[in-house]
């Protein structure tokens, strides 16, 4: 049997969070080890532009910026490497992984990083136009659709949310509800039937998204009786829900009713000692690139006490 690697500090992931993370243990001379997993540079390198995160004025490619993240962990001695963690043994210390089904490794701490995927629907079409109008968060791309038409897809809060701030910046917003009725709270049924320029429309099921080379202009929707309508928009945006990607941890590690990683209050800890949570994989609710990197920095800090002894 192959002697497992020893590492002191691995961290799983190579968004903003895992990135950052790398960037403050190298620096803290706990040599780490980042597995980049299985999208490489996380949710940002599906994102054209970002013109919302600081120091980058003229805003910046979202595969760009990660490529910087990952050459400043680089600079300071993070091992970057490619692979999945395909099974954990976190039941006692040292923490046991291991890496596309036949690499073992011991270590003496984990951040997760894994993140979390947006839902889709699963057209070919919204692949295809994927960074080119269609997109799963509205808060990240809202801005380039300023006084344009835009669809929201999804029946829930967050679906309302996307919408009500869509209409803030856009011409007109129609959220497309698949089911004769919304599943959101009362509250935000009511915001979202208060705001004139959000047309609700009941009953649909998306079926294509339309557009050309420079990107969405459309969107055919169909009803149960196989009717269509064709919606003229700029931007299609999808508001039906994230996977935290914690399938592999959730034997040891406590998960809330979606999946995503508990930590204890002010903390990156998680239930397993030595293993810290960073980003999107613990945050359901702002999942911003800015708030993940700064959860990175906060797993690092938490990770460096917790090697040297303190409490």
Known sequence: METAEKIKCLIIGSGPAGYTAAIYTARANLNPVLYQGI?????????TDIENFPGYPEGINGLEMMEQFRTQAQRFGTDVRT?????????????????????????????????ATAKYLGLESENRFRGMGVSACATCDGFFYRNKN???????DTACEEAIYLSSLCHKVYL????????????????????????????????????DENGVNGVLIAAEDGSEVKLQIDGFFLAIGHHPNTEVFKNYIAVDEQGYIKTKPDSSKTNITGVFAAGDVRDSKYRQAIVAAGSGCIAALDCERYLRGEV
Do not use: C
Not at 150 to 156: D, L, N, P, R, S
């Open 176 to 211: 497309i509800i698949r089911k004769h009725y919304m599943r959101a709270s009362k509250v935000m049924q009511e915001r979202v039937n208060s705001i004139p320029n959000i047309e609700i429309i009941y009953g649909y099921n998306t079926k294509e998204i339309l557009g």
């Open 83 to 115: 692979g999945v963690v395909t099974s954990v043994d976190f039941s006692k210390l040292p923490l046991k992984l291991t890496i596309d089904g036949r690499k073992n490794i011991e270590a003496d701490s984990v951040i997760i990083a894994t993140g």
């Open 39 to 47: 999208e490489p540079g996380g949710q940002l390198t599906t994102t």
């Open 150 to 156: 835009v669809a929201v897809v999804g029946g829930g």
